[in-house]
Nanobody, 121 residues
Framework: VQLQASGGGLVQAGDSLTLACATSGRTLNNYHMGWFRQAPGKERELVAARSWRYGATAIVDSAKGRFTITRDLAQNTMYLHMNSLQPEDAAVYYC???????????????WGQGTLVTVSS
C-alpha cells in the first residue's frame, strides 16, 4: 500500500488547511485510514481516523469540532480538513492505513511520508 501525503505549509493561528493523502487501488475501501502527527520531541499521536467499513470516526479531543476526514474515491484520495489551527497543532502529519480498528500506531501497516504543518501565533 502506497500513501503520499501533501498539503502542509505555514499558516497563521485561526487559519484552515487541508491535507491530502493520495493512495492507489482500493486502499480507501479496504483499510481503515487515519492521520497521525508528531511534534519535535514528542511521540507520534493519532489525530483522526475513519473506518468507512464500520461507519466510525475517531478524533483526538483537542481536534474535535475542528478536524474532519473525508475521502474522494474517484481520486483515490483521503483528506484531513483542519480549521481554527493553533500553534499546538504544528507537527509533521502522516497518513496511515491499518487493518485494525480502533486505529493505533502499532497497528498501522502503511505510512505516508509526512507533511509539515507550521502554525504561527
Amino acid at each position: 500500500v502506497q500513501l503520499q501525503a501533501s498539503g502542509g505549509g505555514l499558516v497563521q493561528a485561526g487559519d484552515s488547511l487541508t491535507l491530502a493523502c493520495a493512495t492507489s487501488g482500493r486502499t480507501l475501501n479496504n483499510y481503515h485510514m487515519g492521520w497521525f502527527r508528531q511534534a519535535p520531541g514528542k511521540e507520534r499521536e493519532l489525530v483522526a481516523a475513519r473506518s468507512w467499513r464500520y461507519g466510525a470516526t475517531a478524533i483526538v479531543d483537542s481536534a474535535k469540532g475542528r478536524f474532519t476526514i473525508t475521502r474522494d474515491l474517484a481520486q483515490n484520495t483521503m483528506y484531513l480538513h483542519m480549521n481554527s489551527l493553533q500553534p499546538e497543532d504544528a507537527a509533521v502529519y502522516y497518513c496511515a492505513a491499518s487493518n485494525r480498528w480502533p486505529m493505533v500506531k502499532e497497528g498501522v501497516h502503511s505510512w505516508g511520508q509526512g507533511t509539515l504543518v507550521t502554525v504561527s501565533s
